[in-house]
């Protein structure tokens, strides 16, 4: 495990997303990071297609939690 260097204006900008999202500031980080890499990796798909995919994944089926698709 590494440290990576940001600017402060992006760090303030974690701070706030990882507030609303309850999620830590490292954890909001490795989410940013990972979901850009995946939308990089996979640009005929949508950002809300890239999160689908990942949480079906995971073996969350979106549908228990009312969400039409």
């Known amino acids: 495990?590494?440290?990576?260097?940001?600017?402060?204006?992006?760090?303030?900008?974690?701070?706030?997303a990882s507030k609303a999202s309850y999620r830590s500031i490292n954890a909001q980080a490795a989410f940013w990071i990972k979901i850009g890499m995946l939308c990089e990796l996979n640009?005929?798909?949508?950002?809300?297609?890239?999160?689908l995919r990942e949480l079906k994944e995971a073996?969350?089926?979106?549908?228990?939690?009312?969400?039409?698709v």
Do not use: S, W, Y
Request: no cysteine; hydrophobic share 45%.
């Open 1 to 16: 495990m590494g440290i990576v260097n940001i600017e402060d204006d992006l760090h303030e900008q974690l701070r706030k």
């Open 43 to 51: 640009p005929q798909l949508t950002f809300h297609q890239v999160l």
């Open 59 to 68: 073996g969350v089926d979106p549908a228990d939690a009312g969400v039409v």
